[in-house]
């Protein structure tokens, strides 16, 4: 399993489509997961440190996990069947370990308020994900970049200019 962190939570602007990207701690290869609003906004919302008024369902969650003496051990995107991708919340039960199937898009905005590791099975990650020579120049390659390696990794072009169209929700309900 490769560790993850969560990279960063965008819009598309075209599509309103979100996606969260997760990348691996100790390489450069990265997993877009295309994820519905209100799990875009509940993770965009942890992340940037910010509070709801009242508890959002992620945030019961993981109160009721707490109160019931559980531990959030970790969450695994551990699957891709048909395009879709699936989950698993690892718990510690008072010493017994739970498994919790889950969308990834939950079990990610619950992993990022429990401080919880993220991983992905190096299974999906092969079929999915994707590496990148230089993380900084694929979220903002700059003129001069392209030009060096221009032939080279031509199949990565497009993935970096998709990247670049989507918008980081820094805004709470940026449409």
Same mark, same amino acid.
């Given at each position: 399993? =490769?560790?993850?962190?969560?990279?960063? /939570?965008?819009? !598309? &602007?075209?599509?309103?489509?979100?996606?969260? #990207?997760?990348?691996?701690?100790?390489?450069?290869?990265?997993?877009?997961?295309?994820?519905?609003?209100?799990?875009?906004?509940?993770?965009? =919302?942890?992340?940037?440190?910010?509070?709801?008024?009242?508890?959002?369902?992620?945030?019961?969650?993981? !109160? #009721?996990?707490?109160? &019931?003496?559980?531990?959030?051990?970790?969450?695994?995107?551990?699957?891709? =069947?048909?395009?879709?991708?699936?989950?698993?919340?690892?718990?510690?039960?008072?010493?017994?370990? /739970?498994?919790?199937?889950?969308?990834?898009?939950?079990? #990610?905005?619950?992993?990022?308020?429990?401080?919880?590791?993220?991983? /992905?099975?190096?299974?999906?990650?092969?079929?999915?994900?994707?590496?990148?020579?230089?993380?900084?120049?694929? #979220?903002?390659?700059?003129?001069?970049?392209?030009?060096?390696?221009?032939?080279?990794?031509? !199949?990565?072009?497009?993935?970096?200019?998709?990247? !670049?169209?989507?918008?980081? &929700?820094?805004?709470?309900?940026?449409?």
């Amino acid at each position: 399993m =490769i560790e993850m962190t969560v990279e960063s /939570v965008r819009i !598309n &602007l075209q599509t309103t489509q979100r996606v969260v #990207i997760l990348k691996a701690t100790k390489q450069d290869r990265y997993l877009l997961i295309w994820i519905a609003q209100a799990e875009a906004y509940a993770i965009a =919302i942890e992340l940037q440190g910010t509070n709801s008024p009242r508890p959002l369902t992620h945030d019961l969650l993981r !109160n #009721i996990i707490n109160d &019931l003496g559980a531990k959030i051990v970790s969450i695994v995107i551990s699957d891709l =069947i048909d395009d879709i991708f699936y989950a698993r919340i690892i718990l510690d039960v008072a010493g017994r370990h /739970v498994e919790v199937d889950a969308r990834p898009s939950d079990a #990610i905005a619950l992993a990022v308020r429990a401080k919880s590791p993220i991983y /992905v099975e190096e299974s999906v990650l092969e079929r999915a994900g994707v590496a990148l020579e230089n993380s900084e120049e694929a #979220i903002a390659p700059t003129a001069e970049s392209r030009k060096d390696r221009e032939g080279e990794n031509d !199949n990565l072009d497009a993935y970096r200019d998709f990247i !670049n169209t989507l918008d980081v &929700l820094d805004e709470f309900g940026k449409e």
